[in-house]
């Protein structure tokens, strides 16, 4: 999926109140859109957990990405 398109709608789920968390891949389009919460990673994109068949480095990102939102509540 298009990295703007997803900033685009977690912009417009936060602004109904909807609480959510995204992986940036591309941090300029993240920053321009002002997005509150996302886990920058350096992976290329199509990667955006890691590794393939790194299963431990992609059960920590999910949990840091789940702790954007549980640390903002």
Do not use: W
């Not at 936060?14 to 591309?26: A, L, R």
């Not at 992976?43 to 789940?66: A, M, R």
């Amino acid at each position: 999926m298009c990295p703007q398109a997803v900033g685009l709608i977690q912009k417009s789920c936060e602004e109904k109140n909807i609480i959510c968390s995204t992986i940036s891949i591309v941090d300029e389009i993240t920053k321009k859109l002002k997005i509150k919460r996302y886990l920058s990673v350096p992976y290329k994109l199509g990667y955006p957990l890691g590794q393939t068949k790194n299963f431990i480095e992609q059960k920590n990102n999910v949990k840091k990405l789940l702790n954007l939102i549980d640390d903002f509540n």
